[in-house]
Structure formats: C-alpha cells, structure tokens
C-alpha cells in the first residue's frame, strides 16, 4: 500500500545551515541521493528517519514533516505566536 | 572511481542486453555445431551481451546496490531493491512457467519447436543468467539518478 505524501522543509532547512547534502546525509546515516528523494517529496522517511533529521534541525518533528503542504516557517511562527 | 551513467544510456544498455537473449538463440539455430560459423556467431551474440553487462556495471554501484546485504544499505534503497526482486520474481517465475506449459504442449502434442544443437543446456544458460542479473536490470531502469 502506498502511503499518503508527506510533505517536508529539509531543502530550506538544510540551505539555512549550509549543510551540503553529502554533510547531511552523513549525519542521519543515509546515502547522499536518500536526501534529494526527501527533499523532491519522492519518497517518504521512516519515523525513525524523520526523528533523526528533525534533531539534526534542532526542531520538533511536526515543524519539519507534515500530512498538509508545508507553510513558509516565518507565517507558522506568527500562527504560534498568535496562539500564546 | 565510480561512473554515472544516464537513464537514457542504462536503459539502452539494458534493452541491447536483454535483445542479446533472442539474437543469440538465433544465430545458434542459423548454425548448426558441425559449421564453423557456429564459434563466431556464439561469440558475437556471448561478446554483446557482456559487453552491455560490463558497461552497466562496471565500476557503477548498481550491481552492489542489489546484492549488498541490508545493513549496507539505508532505508530508501532497501525499499527500491525489495520492490526490484518482487518484480524480478514475478517476470522470472512467469517465463519459467510460459516455458514448462509450452515444453508440456510440445512434448505431449507434437508442436513446433526450435532445432537448436543443445535445447536445454541454451535454456539453462539464458534462465540462470536472466535469474541473476534481473534485478540489478530492474534497479538499473528504475533509478533515476545513480
């Protein structure tokens, strides 16, 4: 069974920290070419995969994976704002 | 050294390699052992089909891609190559099985079947290499970039 698409902010986050995706994949574990298949949306991370990347990030997992298309990061934190 | 090679150029490769199949049943059946030509035309149809296989794998990682154990391999990978044996399985046990029902109907009617100098040692040859090389063939044609 084919999964739903999850959708994911790996190539922003990974261009903010000027990680190659070579210094990326070396970090999670994966091959480089794992890291263009996540981040063209063409192949969905395990939970362990999706956890590793998100500490690499320093965020928490729902800010860099998601069921629905990804928002900018700058609209998400005025939404987290507003709700505080 | 790795080489890279380009989808348009593996697929090429792969479909010169799986032509080599039937050109080489021919040119065994044109020539029978007695004639000399026989050594040629094997050797012709044998170099084009190892020369496709070289220059598929050949310093690429394809051919370890399929046959690396799971731990050397991430999750992706081991995903793309579960589902290249799952079809290598099903495109094999079909031609095996298209092969014993048409070998059935020659044997118990009488049917039409090619007059080759060694029937089944060819068949042996062509299925054992088909059965090892398929799913790295799968992989080659399937990945987009390598």
Known sequence: MKGEKIHNRIAVLREERNLSRKDLADRVGVNFQTIGYLERGEYNPSLDLAMDLSAVFGLPIELVFSRQPMKPLSEELINLTNKR | ?146
């Open chain 2, 1 to 146: 050294m790795k080489r890279s090679l380009s989808l348009t150029s593996r697929r090429t490769a792969i479909l010169t390699n799986l032509l080599s199949y039937p050109v080489m049943v021919w040119l065994i059946a044109l020539a029978p052992f007695s004639q000399p030509l026989n050594g040629v035309a094997i050797g012709l149809s044998v170099g084009l089909f190892a020369a496709t296989m070289l220059y598929l794998f050949y310093k690429t990682d394809l051919w370890i891609f399929a046959n690396a154990p799971d731990d050397q391999l991430d999750e992706r990978q081991n995903v793309v190559r579960n589902y290249a044996y799952r079809y290598a399985y099903i495109l094999i046990s079909t031609l095996i099985m298209l092969l014993l029902v048409y070998l059935m109907l020659v044997v118990d009617t009488g049917g039409w079947r090619p007059k080759l100098p060694m029937p089944f040692t060819t068949f042996f040859w062509i299925i054992s290499s088909l059965i090892l090389s398929l799913p790295s063939i799968i992989l080659a044609w399937m990945e987009p970039e390598i």
